[in-house]
């Protein structure tokens, strides 16, 4: 498929004996991850800071901040880390996970966070469980919601109208048809 104009082959993975996804991986794509985040940056809306969640965010996040020259962007972690000053954290469900799992927000992060726009980004954006994580995050900082934006849309997160993506990212059936 064409993404942020650069073609990319991805793996299909079986998500069950009915449904297979297009396996994207933005780590280790450079190009990719650059491309991708001007062209989101381009549709962007005005915020302060960005929030992701650990792991396949991070680059995007990372990019998106060098490219506007953003001093700080926020990581909710999977686990606590000793260098956490306090946190708190919301539990989230997501497909390519097999178990129900904690996202984590260090206190610290959250002062920052409080009273300021915060944009939310990840890599795709399917059942829309991690966004719904860092929108709870984000609400129990007392940061505001600026947008939602994310590389790919799978499933039914395309006829979402408050996600900003670049591309739909299809279901497949067992035989490799599109859903």
Do not use: W
């Not at 004996?17 to 991708?36: K, N, P």
């Not at 610290?108 to 944009?119: F, P, Q, S, T």
């Not at 590389?151 to 048809?177: C, H, M, N, S, W």
Request: net charge negative.
């Amino acid at each position: 498929m064409k993404i942020a104009g650069l073609d990319r082959s991805l793996p299909l993975c079986k998500l069950n004996d009915e449904v297979y996804i297009a396996a994207f991986v933005i780590f280790g794509d450079a190009e990719l991850t650059v491309a991708a985040a001007a062209a989101l940056l381009e549709r962007a809306p005005e915020y302060d800071y960005l929030l992701t969640a650990e792991a396949k965010g991070i680059p995007l996040a990372h990019e998106l901040a060098r490219q506007r020259d953003d001093s700080k962007y926020f990581v909710a972690r999977k686990s606590p880390k000793l260098y956490m000053t306090g946190l708190f954290s919301v539990d989230v469900d997501s497909i390519t996970t097999e178990s129900r799992q904690k996202l984590y927000l260090d206190t610290a992060d959250a002062a920052l966070i409080r009273g300021k726009r915060i944009l939310l980004v990840d890599d795709v954006v399917s059942t829309g469980n991690s966004l719904a994580a860092l929108e709870k995050l984000t609400e129990a900082a007392g940061g505001a919601i600026a947008g939602r934006m994310s590389i790919l849309a799978e499933g039914d997160a395309q006829k979402r109208g408050d996600i900003v993506y670049l591309e739909k990212l299809p279901l497949f059936k067992p035989d490799g048809t599109i859903i």
